[in-house]
């Protein structure tokens, strides 16, 4: 069975200040994808990355960095320098070579106050 | 443009009414889905249609009807709801009924049922 958990159910920051979203998953596929998604007030889920069961690398866009550890089953996000406007709930996914099973995490809401 | 849209962002209905939520995808894909999303609770996927036939119902109940007459357009009929399905229900599409490119969302239509 597959399973997301995103064990922070809140984290509240000032602005300027880094903060780290934990997401480890559960799969027995050797192949899977692993994303994250940002979810405004306004509702809509925002795609932010996309990261497959292969490719260890960490990734830095911006302000946002990944970090993927297969031997922890772990893919953490970062967001440095936090802005007002990151102000939402991310959700941790999971996907595998099946009809569009995603497993989503129940997702960490993240307030940054200035 | 905005690459998936949903009509209506908000919806206020009786249990006794009958009613349709809309999605349309400018993306060009091949698969669509339906997403509940509750306060509190993990993302659930409804419904998964793959080049308009229909591949996965989670055990939705029948008052959710859903329709995919062509690639583009997702439908969601309601009826006799109950107030607990009062929700966000999330329309997403990706290129095919796989997790591996990940889904791409609409920015959900908010349903209230009294």
């Known amino acids: 069975a597959q399973k997301v958990t995103q064990a922070q159910t809140e984290i509240s920051v000032v602005e300027k200040e880094d903060v780290t979203l934990d997401c480890v998953y559960e799969?027995?596929?050797?192949?899977?994808?692993l994303f994250w998604y940002k979810q405004p007030p306004s509702g809509e889920l925002v795609f932010l990355i996309r990261r497959n069961s292969f490719d260890e690398q960490n990734e830095i866009s911006g302000r946002y960095s990944w970090n993927f550890q297969k031997s922890t089953s772990s893919f953490n996000f970062t967001i440095t320098a936090s802005q007002v406007v990151d102000s939402a709930v991310y959700f941790c996914?999971?996907?595998?070579?099946?009809?569009?099973?995603?497993?989503f995490g129940a997702g960490t809401q993240v307030v940054v106050t200035p | 443009e905005t690459g998936v849209t949903q009509t209506p962002r908000h919806l206020v209905m009786g249990m006794t009414n009958k009613k349709s939520l809309k999605c349309e995808q400018h993306l060009g894909h091949n698969a669509m889905y339906w997403y509940k999303q509750s306060a509190k609770k993990p993302l659930e996927l409804m419904f998964v249609?793959?080049?308009?036939?229909?591949?996965e119902n989670n055990s939705v109940p029948s008052r959710f009807s859903p329709e995919c007459p062509n690639s583009s357009h997702l439908f969601l009929h309601l009826h006799t709801l109950q107030p607990e399905d009062s929700a966000l229900y999330l329309c997403a599409s990706s290129q095919e009924a796989t997790s591996a490119r990940g889904q791409f969302f609409g920015p959900g239509t908010r349903l209230t049922v009294l």
């Open positions: 996914a999971l996907g595998t070579d099946s009809w569009g099973k995603f497993q």
């Open positions: 799969t027995r596929d050797t192949t899977y994808y």
């Open positions: 249609y793959s080049l308009e036939e229909r591949v």
